[in-house]
């Protein structure tokens, strides 16, 4: 009988694995299924946007004088695309090896000339997209490794002069070289595309083109042979901006067999140059929780073993004084704190920041949040703020009944409306000033509209639903009563007074994250890609423990000089490292990054404000909650007179 069972549940098993095998050859995530192409299929090249890490504000493409198709077509865009300024729409296409092709011939007014050199001086970058992979210029790497590197886009153009004149030109890169990479199936005869690069050579890229005839449908170009690959000697003279000057826009196209499977096509773009670093900053962070732990573990168990055994017998007299430090103070250390409702509204926001970064990471590890799904980062991160509202009304309506609230109803609007509708203020005066830029950054109205009704039509009922759910639920029961008249508190040493010891605590959790911080920050305004959440996982997790930790400690060392007002100061405590984030952001603003239009520093300033403000929620909530089961379990475990 037994023999028989696991002969069927080895089949079972084994039908259970072929499934499972069958299915991840077929399985693939939305918008990034392979697509296989045989010769002499068009390739679809899809222009982006403009844009520029010295400004930050992203442009159409068309708001230059490119060449343009006869129809201009929109890709379908998700929220996130839309929020990070993608513009997505149809250029031009190709279908073989192709050199010198005319793609069209463009005269420029004095306002396209105008705008051609603004972007020039401002360092701008064209996003180009080949089969969901953006244009890149290959680059070595700075330690001068063998392997390669990409930078993203291509310049717009570029500044020089000509040989005997000091008078700077701006000059355009109207020579596009293309080489496309692919994969080839040899059962099949299909291919797959695996890279998308760009030839970036000023002197190449720049052509001041002649011919004898313009003809619509076959230009013969004196400065450019179709038939061979190389330009002739003599035709390097680079392409000038200028009123009333006539750009003749070519492009050449070639194909390269590559060994890189189209499930790795995106490995070189994701590459990532300093890992030794993140190595090195994950074990920075855990010397300092290590540390941290050995602190808590200590007061622990002064505080309970030894306490709840030998409470009666303590051996010295200091120690005595120490112990009885915190105990003298249990019938006010539950008493409700001033602006409970704040507090609850807060935690409340907390604990929606926390699931909302905690389940993104989870998805961002199973790599559903690819950089290849362009826009889902922020899609799922929008989408899973608004369902956690449900969390967060539940936290601020259990909190708010503990400190025996009973206008459950404001304290929930208050929840669903407070933190959002902050960052919503913000957030509408940049996207003015984006739009007053004429930037395609700027968020269309409809999108604006949609955010409201999934913060007015989703988020908000579901806060209310968790405050419903949280509000019927029984009280928590403090471990000891609370006395009617409040103790006086003693007067504090200087080190131990508020503002300092919130300033103290907020300095080892921003420690723990601030090599991450680097380089997240460098993702995000210097136009590269983040893909290593795996490290950023193990930073959140020691983020959360080392806010825990400080503020346990600190917490303790609080209710051991008499001062029981422990409520806010545990929350703003670990709140207080987001003080040093917007410190550290102003000091890689101007160390790092080279902005200097106002309205750029405007922008870089209003985000590093949300993302604070968003930080000191977070923190400060954990803060608390470590703080609320620290003090609930010391005073519950000792015995009191």
Partial sequence: MGRRISGRSS??????????????????????????????????????????TKTQLPYDYYYLKYCKPKRIENSAENLGEVLRGDRIENSFKMREEQSCVVACRVKLDAEAARNFKEKIDDKYRVQMILDNLPVAVLRQRRDGSPSTTYEHGFSVGFKGNYAGSKEEKYFINNHLSFRVMYHKDPETDSARIVGFE????????????????????????????????????????????????????????????????????????????????????????????????????????????????????????????EETGWKLVNGDVFRAPINSNLLCVYVGTGVQIFGMTLVTMIFALLGFLSPSNRGGLMTAMVLLWVFMGLFAGYSSARLYKMFKGTEWKRNTLKTAFMFPGILFAIFFVLNALIWGEKSSGAVPFGTMIALVCLWFGISVPLVFVGSYLGFKKPAVEDPVKTNKIPRQVPEQAWYMKPVFSILIGGILPFGAVFIELFFILTSIWLNQFYYIFGFLFIVFVILLITCAEITMVLCYFQLCSEDYHWWWRSYLTAGSSALYLLLYSAFYFFTKLEITKFVSGVLYFGYMLIVSYAFFVLTGTIGFYACFWFVRKIYSSVKID
Avoid at 26 to 37: I, K, S
Wanted: aromatic share 12%; hydrophobic share 40%; glycine share 2%.
């Fill in 11 to 52: 089949w079972l098993i084994a039908t259970v694995l072929l499934l499972i095998s069958s299915a991840a050859h077929c399985f693939y995530l939305p918008g990034v299924a392979p697509r296989d192409f045989h010769t002499g299929d068009p390739l679809s090249i899809k222009v982006n946007k403009l844009s520029s």
């Fill in 198 to 321: 760009f030839s970036y050579m000023p002197l190449v890229c720049s052509i001041n083109h002649e011919y004898k005839e313009w003809d619509e449908q076959n230009t013969q170009l004196v400065t450019c042979n179709k038939d061979t690959k190389n330009l002739p000697p003599g035709s390097t003279v680079p392409q000038e901006v200028d009123k009333d000057k006539e750009i003749v826009f070519t492009f050449d196209v070639s194909f390269k067999e590559s060994d890189i499977k189209w499930a790795s096509r995106w490995d070189t773009y994701l590459l990532m140059n300093d890992d030794q670093i993140h190595w090195f900053s994950i074990i920075n962070s855990l010397m300092i929780v290590l540390f941290l732990s050995g602190m808590v573990a200590m007061i622990m168990m002064r505080t309970l073993y030894r306490d709840i055994a030998n409470y009666n017998q303590l051996d010295t007299q200091d120690e005595a004084q």
